[in-house]
């Protein structure tokens, strides 16, 4: 079995679509993520939490990752 190795890299993470509509699980990533409203971007570092949030919300939210 492949582990994946996270190295300490941080990711900023932007609401770009409207939480209307989205599941109960969607928008509880959404605020555990920290993210309130379209166009708000928080910086977080990328681990295996952060990432299945995203990924769980990824139609709703931009992934960059930053230096």
Do not use: D, W
């Not at 994946?4 to 969607?26: C, L, Y």
């Not at 920290?34 to 295996?48: A, F, T, W």
């Amino acid at each position: 079995m492949v582990k994946e190795v996270f190295q300490m890299t941080k990711v900023r993470i932007t609401q770009i679509r409207s939480k209307n509509g989205a599941t109960k699980n969607q928008r509880a990533c959404l605020a555990c993520l920290g993210l309130r409203r379209i166009n708000h971007s928080v910086e977080r570092e990328y681990n295996p939490v952060v990432k299945g949030m995203t990924e769980k919300v990824l139609h709703l939210v931009k992934v960059e990752e930053i230096n």
